[in-house]
């Protein structure tokens, strides 16, 4: 299996600019999760799905974060427009059973510089 | 202005040394534990888990113990090698969502 995998591994952008994020999950797993790491906040819940269906959100920061899982295979992360405060790291983590508390699996992530 | 980041709790080791990586949860209900190693420019990477009703469980030179009366969690890697070197964040699973500690940097000077 591949593991989680996100793309773009690195992003730099302009403030004011839209950002698109994106995750393949492992196959089989029903719960996608968006993760954002930085050194002031350490590792941080933005949004969960499970079964393609958003559960939690109460993460996201503000209205210009907006995330979409429309099949089990891809996920979005969107942030429009970008603002310089919102570089970070940004995860996508997977697992098969978030009611069972299963293990989550994390992607490589995506490095976010907005300027 | 100049930012202020998170200052990790640091853990410096010899080579072959066992380390001990301490962590306290907050919630009394949480049933599921994890512990997570990160590298540089790396995702978090599973290490070793453990449910609420076991004390102690066993991987491969790692071992977790859970302490429900204290909410204390801590993870004991034994004969620590230099790729040991990352960090290393416990994680509690409340209601699905996992709540993550601040992460300790472990250290292993050759």
């Known amino acids: 299996d591949a593991g989680v995998i996100q793309s773009p591994r690195h992003e730099v952008t302009e403030m004011g600019q839209e950002v698109t994020l994106r995750c393949k999950p492992i196959?089989?797993?029903?719960?996608l999760f968006w993760y954002r790491q930085t050194m002031m906040r350490g590792l941080e819940l933005l949004i969960y799905f499970n079964n393609n269906v958003p559960i939690d959100d109460s993460g996201m920061p503000e209205d210009r974060f907006s995330a979409k899982m429309p099949n089990a295979s891809f996920s979005t992360l969107k942030i429009q427009p970008s603002e310089p405060r919102d570089s970070a790291v940004y995860f996508c983590?997977?697992?098969?059973?978030?009611?069972?508390?299963?293990?989550?699996?994390f992607g490589p992530g995506t490095r976010l510089t907005v300027l | 202005g100049e930012s202020v980041g998170l200052h990790l709790p640091t853990l410096s080791v010899q080579e072959g040394d066992n380390s001990i990586i301490n962590c306290a949860y907050s919630?009394?209900?949480?049933?599921?534990f994890i512990w997570y190693k990160q590298e540089s420019g790396k995702g978090p990477q599973f290490i070793i888990d453990i449910r609420s009703n076991m004390d102690k469980r066993q991987g491969q030179r790692v071992t977790v113990l859970l302490n429900k009366t204290v909410k204390h969690l801590s993870l004991q890697i034994a004969a620590t090698q230099p790729g040991d070197s990352a960090v290393y964040f416990c994680a509690e699973n409340m209601a699905g969502k996992l709540i993550f500690g601040q992460g300790t940097e472990l250290s292993v000077k050759p």
């Open positions: 196959s089989g797993h029903n719960s």
């Open positions: 983590a997977t697992c098969g059973k978030w009611d069972h508390a299963d293990t989550q699996y």
């Open positions: 919630n009394s209900a949480s049933d599921y």
